[in-house]
């Protein structure tokens, strides 16, 4: 597989279908975690972490082990697994080093463990039938465009905090019709590189 083709995935990934905006998954931490720049880039880097790596080891696993010994059945099983078990390592180690951005996620963190996105990318990088180095440019581009997204509505709402919004159309009311606008604009990469 080229460069070129690498980065098509890449910038396929990130912004055509963005995992957030154009394919709508992961939307429990989108809108959950997006009130503050700083809790946004946290769950960025834990959301990068967790689903590059878990995405490396699920292809590992169904390639190696699951498809030779016939058990393609069990891949929802594993994969779950897989992200779990590298969720509570980094649980651990956000709670030892850097408590405070362990508080201020909160229930987030846990949740990254059913978060849809990571186990959307660990099925899809399988179905597309990528190679594992085509698989680990697909999963950054997810985790990069799950990033831009998130980091970019986070500093959409700190500005809309400022801004004269009538109190009954405060709080989630304004973020939907924001994440809607933000989705609209995603849209215009489409047809972008022939991708």
Known sequence: MSGLELFGIFFSALLINNILLIRFLALCSFFGVSTGIENSIGMSSAVIFVMTISSAISWGLYNFVLVPFQLEFLRTASFILVIAA?????????????????RSMGIYLPLITTNCAILAVAFLAIDYRYSFIASMAYSVGVSAGYSLAIILFAYIRERMALAPIPKWFQGYPIAFVTAALMSLAFLGFTGMFGL
Do not use: A, G, R
Request: charged share 25%; glycine share 0%.
């Open 86 to 102: 590298l969720v509570q390592l980094e649980e651990i180690y956000l709670k030892k080093m850097i408590p405070n951005l362990y």
